[in-house]
């Protein structure tokens, strides 16, 4: 074999392994895993101010960190103000841890809140920044200030993870897909959009 049929085969090689990667990548990060098909019948509000837009950086069924799970990842830097999606009480809340990452190791290490709403069902908002919540007991009207994103726990980057649960484990069936009143409209939302809150 000559030189030049040798570096003709080895670059169309590499064109091959280089677009099956870019495909492949492209692929996983539109596969999802199973998540609930029930979808709540309440309408939510955005949980971060009027008039902003943020990104859904991983949707339902997220294979990074959203197996089985129907949880919204916003993209927001730290200390972005979060705002009640619906009205309840505060059921519990965890404000004192300050790291986080993409390791196992900080799996229990997020901020969180835990609103009651007053279908027995519960919004989740979590990796809040430290002594980031405002309201640590009593009830929240929706669209009151609640608390400050952050990075802690289980992140890869600065986020608010969103979710609504009817019961607080972690069945797939105990998440429910929730439509949110948006400058489009009323809607579910997509991995890879971003939404403005009207
Ligand atoms: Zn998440």
């Given at each position: 074999m000559t030189n030049k049929k040798f570096w003709k085969r080895t670059s169309v090689t590499l064109l091959i392994l280089i677009s099956i990667l870019v495909l492949g990548v492209y692929i996983f990060s539109k596969l999802t895993s199973l998540y609930t098909k029930n979808i709540d019948s309440y309408i939510y509000n955005l949980?971060?101010?009027k008039g902003t837009k943020h990104l859904i950086v991983q949707g339902y069924?997220?294979?990074?960190s959203h197996k089985n799970t129907a949880a919204l990842d916003f993209e927001m830097p730290i200390g972005t103000a979060l705002f009640a999606a619906r009205g309840g009480?505060?059921?519990s809340f965890k404000d004192d841890y300050n790291e986080g990452g993409p390791f196992a190791k900080y799996k229990n290490k997020a901020n969180y809140i835990i609103v009651k709403h007053d279908d027995g069902s519960f919004g989740c908002y979590w990796h809040l920044k430290k002594d980031g919540i405002v309201t640590k007991n009593g009830t929240v009207e929706k669209g009151?200030?609640?608390?400050y994103s952050g990075a802690t726990g289980f992140t890869l980057q600065p986020h608010l993870h969103f979710s609504v649960k009817r019961k607080l484990n972690y069945d797939k069936d105990a998440f429910v897909q929730t439509n949110f009143i948006t400058t489009n409209g009323i809607e579910l939302l997509q991995n890879g959009e971003d939404y403005e809150r009207p």
């Open positions: 949980p971060f101010e069924g997220g294979l990074f009480s505060i059921y009151q200030l609640i608390g």
